[in-house]
């Protein structure tokens, strides 16, 4: 079902509603991302840490070494926590719950369509003669890539390229064809 048939199928109160909580959900998909970070961040700066303590160490200055690597390296971040524990805990507790209660309002009250809310707002707002603000990508909008003055020469154009094996060549940082005969 597109985004589009679905005029009627909710009540635009309860679409707005479920709107609100995928939007509410987005948030907390950005909270766990900065999660994440926090886990990096901090995982980064200990084994910097642990580093500069090898450093001082070699530096002769064994007692500063012995404080970084007692006091700071390997310590819990939270009590008797390190990052990961807390990462884990925020998916266990919150994120699953919340990914839970979502999806399950979006399979009662849109058939499991996501951003039904959005999709309705994008076709209200959008000039509808204009090609930039269609419902959807064109075929033509799809296919990115195009081969080199070489690779065309190469090809059987009887053929069906996208059928043949990419042999992962690029070109200006996208692939550029595939070669048929298997000469890469």
Known sequence: ?????????????????????????????????HLYSFHQLTGRADILFEEAADLLRDAGEVECADVLESDIVGRNVLDGRWTFQIFEEYDE???????????????????????????????????????????????RTTVAWRP??????????????????????????GVTGFAVDGSG
């Open 93 to 139: 507790l919150y994120y699953r719950s919340v990914m839970e209660a979502v999806g399950e309002l979006e399979r009662r009250f849109q058939d499991g369509e996501r951003h039904v809310y959005e999709a309705r707002m994008k076709e209200r707002r959008r000039t509808k003669s204009r090609p930039v603000t269609s419902t959807g990508p064109s075929l």
């Open 1 to 33: 079902m597109s985004y589009r048939e679905d005029e009627g199928r909710s009540d635009d109160g309860v679409v707005e509603a479920v709107g609100r909580a995928s939007e509410a959900l987005e948030y907390v998909e950005r909270a766990r991302g």
């Open 148 to 173: 080199t003055p070489q690779e065309a020469d190469r090809w059987d154009w009887n053929s069906r390229p996208w059928e043949a094996s990419a042999q992962g060549r690029t070109h200006r940082g």
